[in-house]
């Protein structure tokens, strides 16, 4: 919904002429959402201020070549995981694929532990040790899982705009946010357990 | 686990995503909720799943840009923070 707002509170062809008030505008609202992609893929503090700044620079440098056809937001995002798997792969010195490994194994997704930890309190569910787990976890996700699980998840973005920003099918979108919220789910029952009171076990 | 339901375990897990990001049609939510009311581990496993999902969105949306790293993106764009 929110989406739909800041999508159409940006004058494309005021960008398009580059129009600076319009690029304040772009950048105002899109910035967190950029930075958080730099930082969840990335995991640090400075990549993600790289991130964010060669995003903008290329969307500034090439808004003529933006069509349109799909949301700023799309398109923003797209060039921002790109410079993130550039980085990446700088740093890793391999490639890296968003489309392989997706083929559907159900035993890959089995949950292996099952406690009920939900009866722990809000503030134990999300206080600053648990926020420290999560980044932990959340870069122990594989590249292809977690670039899937951030947009999706925590950006919000729709199955069919994650397929148009990562160039990947709708099925192997939903394929890898299952895998990346079960690993997840698995991983936060690891933590969580132990803290459970022994009488609500 | 049980299997009094049509659906079996590993068949509410194929479709657990789908259920939790309401993409299913009501017959099918209706048989998940069916055999989720008398199975404990999917209803542990769906709840949990679904707490899972809300951490990590009250975490991840609360990053925003610092202002010393908004200072430096401004300038490296040749913007000017009141949009001139």
């Known amino acids: 919904m929110s989406e739909t707002i800041l999508y159409e509170a940006i004058d494309l062809e005021a960008l398009r002429h580059k129009d600076k008030h319009a690029f304040v505008r772009l950048v105002d609202q899109y910035s967190d959402r950029i930075y958080r992609v730099g930082l969840k893929m990335l995991g640090t503090e400075q990549d993600a201020e790289d991130v964010l700044q060669e995003t903008f620079i290329k969307a500034l440098n090439n808004i003529e070549k933006f069509e349109g056809r799909s949301k700023l937001s ?127 076990l | ?4 339901h049509h659906l079996n375990c590993k068949d509410i897990l194929a479709n657990m995503n789908d259920y939790i990001d309401g993409e299913l049609e009501q017959s099918v939510c209706e048989e998940i909720e069916a055999h989720v009311m008398d199975c404990p581990n999917c209803t542990i496993v769906l709840s949990t799943l679904k707490k899972t999902i809300h951490i990590y969105q009250v975490d991840g949306q609360e990053t925003q840009v610092p202002d010393d790293v908004r200072q430096r993106l401004f300038k490296n764009l040749n913007l000017d923070q009141t949009g001139k």
């Open chain 1, 74 to 200: 799309t398109w923003l995002y797209r060039i921002a995981v790109n410079e993130s798997l550039m980085l990446i792969r700088k740093r890793k010195d391999t490639h890296i694929s968003l489309d392989t490994d997706v083929e559907t194994d159900q035993n890959d997704l089995l949950p292996r532990q099952i406690t009920d930890w939900c009866c722990l309190p809000e503030k134990e569910l999300v206080n600053s040790e648990t926020r420290q787990h999560i980044r932990t976890a959340i870069d122990e996700l594989s590249i292809a899982n977690r670039a899937v699980f951030l947009l999706r998840d925590v950006e919000g973005l729709s199955t069919k705009e994650t397929a148009e920003v990562l160039d990947i099918s709708k099925s192997a979108v939903k394929v890898r946010l299952m895998r990346a919220r079960m690993q997840l789910r698995e991983d936060l029952t690891g933590f969580f357990a132990p803290r459970i009171p022994k009488e609500q």
């Open chain 2, 1 to 4: 686990m049980n299997h009094a």
